[in-house]
């Protein structure tokens, strides 16, 4: 059974910093990219960030790009989201998901939903003005 585990999602100040993390079981972790999205109240869910499964071939929304840092950890199952300089308008429910196997990430098609197969259940993060 597939499992992704959101983590560290908080409340903190504008221009703070969180580090999200994703414990993934259940898959073949080192062949399947992996994605960060994120929903705000009253809103659809957008993508934020995703990393290919090899060579960390990353794609950011232009929203975030230059603030936030996507990595993942072969060894720990686990990926990563650094974000710095937050913003209030980051408030949302932040989710984890995992790309079909083998399916690498490109700037056209890490965006689209419906190319990750597992979903976590969410992280929430605040933040303040």
């Known amino acids: 059974q597939v499992q992704l585990v959101e983590s560290g999602g908080g409340l903190v100040q504008a221009g703070g910093s969180l580090r999200l993390s994703c414990s993934a079981s259940g898959l073949t972790f080192s062949s399947q990219a992996m994605g960060w999205f994120r929903q705000a109240p009253g809103k659809e869910r957008e993508f934020v960030a995703a990393?290919?499964?090899?060579?960390?071939?990353?794609v950011y929304a232009d929203s975030v790009k230059g603030r936030f840092t996507i990595t993942r950890d072969i060894a720990k199952n686990s990926v990563y989201l650094q974000m710095n300089s937050l913003k209030p308008e980051d408030t949302a429910v932040y989710h984890c998901?995992?790309?079909?196997?083998?399916?690498?990430?490109?700037?056209?098609?890490?965006?689209?939903?419906?190319?990750?197969?597992?979903w976590g259940q969410g992280t929430q993060v605040t933040v303040s003005s």
């Open positions: 998901a995992a790309r079909y196997y083998g399916a690498g990430v490109s700037s056209s098609n890490a965006k689209q939903e419906s190319g990750y197969r597992y």
């Open positions: 990393i290919g499964w090899s060579a960390g071939r990353t």
